[in-house]
């Protein structure tokens, strides 16, 4: 299938290798020349890291690399699209107007999924003209390695889109589970008032950034603290997230903390700017003091 993903940020180069990598065609596409840039060299990285644990070989990186193809216009990079999954900034604005000109520059057969974390389905896909084909098809972070892919029915979308976005998940060796189109769906929903309840903990001085994270980790068996989750996720795309639950629901239990509020202001998002809970600008995950920002 030709494939275009939309947005060349950590999310959209996950689902450019996954599909590349399962012999797709995929059309990368990204406003900004730079991050589609990056977006590339970062799967270029990361196949590297799975050819050196021989999962795959040096050809079959090479050939999935060489199924890419990057574009900085949507209309050229969606053009020949079978499927389009839109991976852009978490912003409901921004999501609208892309889905709007999707629907006269995609072909009119392909259905339009979007990556979102939180954003309603629905809405998105009312501002096109195929709001039966338009789908949640939420892919984890990382792409390559998580299995699950969280598909979300809008109201209006079609058995027929979401078995098509169900077994297309299944043949690039994911779980997909359905869920119905309410804020946050179901992931962020339980995910991300722990990790603003994690950082209200130290907003209040409960404990450090390292004695939250280990007492997460150690405690509760999680793979990663909270702290250091929110980093790897992007604390912009955090703070969206909670901002459209609040939104939503109406519910104060989806109130930012005020410190994230503060650190995205301060543009510190996390791995992706260096900084964030922890600093990564040697490569490393060295502690940050973070009460400068409180
Ligand atoms: N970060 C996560 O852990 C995670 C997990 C699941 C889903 N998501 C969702 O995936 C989406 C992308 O998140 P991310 O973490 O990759 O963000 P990111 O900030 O790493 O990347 C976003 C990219 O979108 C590009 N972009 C912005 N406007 C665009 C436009 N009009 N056309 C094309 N590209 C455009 C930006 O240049 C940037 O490269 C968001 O909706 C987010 O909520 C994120």
Known sequence: ??????????????????????????????????ALDRGIATIGNSLDRIVKKERITEAEKAAALANITG?????AGTQEADLVIEAATE?????????????SLAPAA???????????????????????????MHFMNPVPVMKLVEVIRGYATSDETTEL??????????????VNDYPGFVANRILMPMINEAITTLFEGVAGVAEIDTVMK?????????????????????????????????????????????????????????????D???????????????
């Open 91 to 103: 912003n409901v604005d921004l999501k609208l107007k892309i889905f709007a000109q999707l629907a």
């Open 280 to 294: 990564y600008s040697g490569g490393g995950k060295e502690l940050v003091v973070s009460g400068s920002f409180v």
């Open 110 to 136: 392909a259905p339009l999924a979007t990556n979102t974390s939180s954003i309603s389905i629905t809405r998105i896909a009312a501002a096109t003209d195929r709001p039966d084909k338009v789908i949640g």
């Open 218 to 278: 150690l405690g509760m068996a999680h793979p990663m603290g909270p702290l250091q989750l929110a980093d790897y996720i992007g604390l912009d795309t955090c703070l969206a997230i909670l901002e459209v639950m609040k939104d939503g629901f109406g519910r104060a239990h989806f109130q930012p903390c005020p410190l994230l509020v503060n650190m995205v202001m301060a543009g510190k998002l996390g791995r992706k700017s260096g900084e964030g809970f922890y």
């Open 165 to 178: 976005v169900m077994n297309l998940s299944r043949e690039l060796g994911k779980v997909p589970v359905e």
């Open 1 to 34: 299938m030709n494939i275009s993903v939309i947005g060349a940020g950590q999310m959209g180069a996950g689902i450019a290798q996954v599909f590349a990598t399962g012999g797709h065609q995929v059309s990368l596409v990204d406003i900004n020349q730079t």
């Open 71 to 75: 574009f900085t216009d949507m209309g």
